[in-house]
């Protein structure tokens, strides 16, 4: 089947990888993909012979509409895959104007808390957002969240949304030979401690100061463990953290690495892997670390990490905004680790197979143009 895959900007992590990883889990299955991002953030080095990507160079999402209208006239798409609402209610706008007859299936990534938080503004971006949410319920076929805890946001600000939980693809072809690679950094060539590691935008919304603090309690209490943080990402509060570390004298103890395109080669090589998130929908690098063999500490943050890690069943659950509980669990989990085949229940529904088999059972599309067998 001709399919489109959609994605407001490209970059390194986030709904523009996860969007990647879709369209290039249905191109390795054997169908048309056109992958279409509006513009790009970072250098595109997520490459695939089997599929077509376009970028619009448009740095707003409104400048994506006409030349996607030209491209449903020209190209007639059988399914259409858009992520995030902004974009969502473009592509419905979209689809109608070029009389496509394509199947949408529209995903939300954010919580609504964030994407809505100013819809009470006349003419705020969540404003207009707000007034186009029934638009996009009634026109689009299937409408998904990326955590059950969302759809539950969703319909406390929305009466009525027909959203089902579909979760991101994690675990793909190319994740073991990502896994694989060899890294040259001194903490994981010379390894004679455990290692924590972190990664994300620098952003605040992201709880890396909550991750500092708490690594300077652990040096506090003096308990003799022998560990090691890295933390990687780039973004506008790097200073800012560094200038914790210093302040903390902890630069022997932590580093913050730039942003790289596979990070799974450092979670594999990793102990335990914290998300000190003060919000998320849900948290995709958490999977991947769970995926590498990674134990998990997380904050109890809306939305995702206690949906996946349930009663400190997969893991260990902080206290949101808590130093002082978050550095109690990575003790916990420097002394206690959860086994993989534990965590591997988990990992089987971000696969490939199941996520496109659930988004085709959605779209009731026939099991003959599935092309694969599950």
């Known amino acids: 089947m001709k399919i489109l895959v959609i994605s407001p900007v490209y970059s390194l992590?986030?709904?523009?990888?996860?969007?990647?990883?879709?369209?290039?889990?249905?191109?390795?299955?054997?169908?048309?993909?056109?992958?279409?991002?509006?513009?790009?953030?970072?250098?595109?080095?997520?490459?695939?012979?089997?599929?077509?990507?376009?970028?619009?160079?448009?740095?707003?999402?409104?400048?994506?509409?006409?030349?996607?209208?030209?491209?449903?006239?020209?190209?007639?798409?059988?399914?259409?895959?858009?992520?995030?609402?902004?974009?969502?209610?473009i592509v419905v706008i979209a689809k109608i104007l070029s009389f496509s007859k394509a199947k949408l299936t529209v995903s939300s990534r954010v919580t609504p808390i964030d994407t809505y938080r100013n819809s009470h503004i006349l003419f705020s971006k969540g404003w207009f957002l707000k007034k186009l949410f029934p638009l996009v319920n009634s026109n689009a076929d299937v409408m998904t969240c990326v955590s059950r805890d969302m759809i539950k946001q969703y319909r406390k600000i929305f009466r009525y949304t027909k959203q089902v939980c579909v979760y991101n693809i994690?675990?793909?072809?190319?994740?073991?030979?990502?896994?694989?690679?060899?890294?040259?950094?001194?903490?994981?060539?010379?390894?004679?401690?455990?290692?924590?590691?972190?990664?994300?935008?620098l952003a605040e919304w992201k709880g890396f100061d909550v991750l500092i603090r708490s690594i300077k309690i652990l040096e506090e209490k003096k308990l003799n463990l022998k560990f090691k943080l890295l933390i990687i990402g780039g973004g506008p509060e790097e200073y800012n953290l560094n200038k914790l570390i210093v302040k903390f004298k902890l630069t022997k103890?932590?580093?913050?690495?730039?942003?790289?395109?596979?990070?799974?080669?450092?979670?594999?090589?990793?102990?335990?892997?914290?998300?000190?998130?003060?919000?998320e929908g849900m948290p995709n690098v958490m999977i991947e670390a769970m995926m590498c063999g990674c134990t998990v500490?997380?904050?109890?943050?809306?939305?995702?990490?206690?949906?996946?890690?349930?009663?400190?069943?997969?893991?260990?659950?902080?206290?949101?905004?808590?130093?002082?509980?978050?550095?109690?669990?990575?003790?916990?989990?420097?002394?206690?680790?959860?086994?993989?085949?534990?965590?591997?229940?988990?990992?089987?529904?971000?696969?490939?197979?199941?996520?496109?088999?659930?988004?085709f059972l959605l779209l009731k599309i026939e099991k003959d143009k599935w092309k694969f067998n599950l």
């Open 170 to 201: 994690v675990k793909n072809k190319d994740s073991t030979k990502k896994m694989k690679e060899k890294v040259k950094h001194p903490w994981i060539k010379n390894k004679n401690h455990q290692l924590i590691v972190a990664s994300g935008k």
């Open 253 to 279: 103890k932590i580093q913050i690495l730039k942003p790289i395109t596979n990070t799974l080669k450092y979670f594999s090589k990793s102990d335990i892997f914290v998300l000190s998130s003060r919000v």
């Open 13 to 89: 992590a986030g709904v523009p990888l996860a969007q990647f990883r879709l369209a290039k889990s249905l191109s390795d299955i054997g169908h048309n993909v056109d992958l279409i991002y509006g513009c790009k953030k970072n250098k595109f080095q997520e490459k695939s012979k089997n599929m077509n990507v376009i970028f619009f160079n448009k740095f707003r999402v409104i400048g994506m509409l006409f030349p996607l209208i030209k491209y449903l006239l020209l190209n007639k798409p059988k399914i259409i895959f858009s992520a995030e609402d902004h974009l969502n209610a």
């Open 297 to 359: 500490v997380a904050t109890d943050c809306p939305t995702g990490p206690r949906e996946i890690i349930k009663q400190n069943q997969y893991g260990y659950l902080s206290k949101l905004n808590n130093p002082k509980d978050l550095a109690k669990n990575i003790h916990k989990a420097l002394k206690k680790k959860v086994s993989s085949k534990k965590t591997n229940k988990i990992i089987n529904n971000f696969s490939a197979l199941e996520i496109i088999k659930k988004h």
